[in-house]
């Protein structure tokens, strides 16, 4: 009796197995759970490689502004040299502000905006220089007063690539340096750090002898993302 009732169950048993061996309805859904997170790693990275590159081309085009656009500022008068003032080097930063919105540029980053010219020696020298970013970062080419006497200050850039400015002119050099923060949960670049510089020499006849008050400084001393009040 108990023999049957064992042959009974390995019987049901076999039929069972073959039954199971032979459906694949459930195929599909057995192949997706195990490929879902292979499928969505790969779609993650790639999401952050593809913004990663973007924010690139983002810091480097905000340093290209801001060195174009301190080029080209100050009051407009044809008859003598033009003056700039705070007030021009704040509304440069606005603009930056502007372009780099997305991305929280001084949130995240800090822009350090340079004038370059030369001193009496004929050595360079920064003249002055103003900062705006919560970003903790100092500049790697020199802060306002170096070179202001003698002619030991090379100039400003990397080396073998020095950037100077010529009698009687000045050149705006932009550093502009940020911290990327992944947009997935993967973080795979998190906290890189991105430096671009870019400059341009001044457009216009120039009063290089300071920069003029008139409107609250935008100090390197001070690291916060607001506007200087």
Not at 43 to 71: C, E, F, K, P, R
Not at 156 to 162: C, E, F, K, L, V
Request: hydrophobic content about 40%.
């Amino acid at each position: 009796m108990s023999r049957t009732m064992s042959d009974k169950l390995r019987l049901r048993t076999r039929r069972l197995a073959r039954c199971l061996g032979r459906d694949g309805s459930g195929l599909a859904m057995v192949e997706f759970a195990f490929a879902a997170p292979l499928v969505l790693g790969m779609g993650m990275l790639g999401t952050d490689t593809a913004y990663l590159v973007i924010t690139h081309l983002q810091v480097s085009q905000i340093a290209m502004q801001v060195a174009d656009n301190a080029s080209r500022v100050g009051e407009q008068d044809v008859l003598t040299a033009r003056k700039v003032y705070e007030h021009d080097i704040n509304e440069t930063f606005v603009g930056a502000e502007k372009l780099g919105e997305n991305i929280g540029i001084f949130n995240q980053g800090r822009i350090i905006l340079s004038s370059l010219q030369q001193n009496t020696s004929g050595g360079q020298w920064i003249a002055w220089q103003r900062c705006r970013g919560a970003k903790v970062y100092q500049s790697s080419f020199g802060t306002q007063g170096n070179g202001q006497s003698g002619t030991t200050f090379p100039g400003m850039g990397a080396p073998g690539r020095r950037i100077t400015a010529s009698p009687g002119t000045a050149v705006m050099f932009v550093e502009v340096a940020y911290d990327f923060k992944s947009v997935t949960p993967m973080n795979l670049f998190d906290n890189q750090q991105m430096v671009y510089t870019a400059a341009f020499n001044v457009r216009d006849n120039r009063d290089l002898s300071q920069l003029f008050p008139g409107g609250p400084q935008s100090s390197c001393n001070t690291y916060s993302a607001a506007r200087p009040s």
